[in-house]
Nanobody, 125 residues
């Protein structure tokens, strides 16, 4: 079964950190660009960060630049999102998605092939 599974979400105080993981099973992420997205209650889904298949290109939403870092370990078939200095407005369900792309680019606007089920991140005191 081809799937993406997110983990690492939870409840954290403002200013805290979390690391999300996106693990692929049933296929190799090596040729896939991967994006992280989030959706807060009552809001549209938005792109947070993405990384190209070889990891040479990354993008970040302005709201998370300087606080979040995306990385990947193709040997572990996993992409990570390190989130530091978390704010209450970061509260959302976080999803990862993968698109088969040989290009050294990534974009929030790709039509992604696979999506995970999401992991809840809550930032609250």
């Amino acid at each position: 079964q081809l799937q993406l599974v997110e983990s690492g979400g939870g409840l954290v105080q403002p200013g805290g950190s979390l690391r999300l993981s996106c693990a692929a099973s049933g296929f190799s992420l090596e040729t896939y660009a991967v994006g992280w997205f989030r959706q807060a209650p009552g809001k549209e889904r938005e792109g947070v960060s993405c990384i190209s298949s070889k990891g040479g290109s990354t993008n970040y939403a302005d709201s998370v630049k300087g606080r979040f870092t995306i990385s990947r370990d193709n040997a572990k078939n996993t992409v990570y999102l390190q989130m530091n200095s978390l704010k209450p407005e970061d509260t959302a369900i976080y999803y990862c998605a993968a698109r088969n792309s040989p290009f050294p680019l990534c974009s929030f606007h790709y039509e992604y092939d696979y999506w995970g089920q999401g992991t809840q991140v809550t930032v609250s005191s």
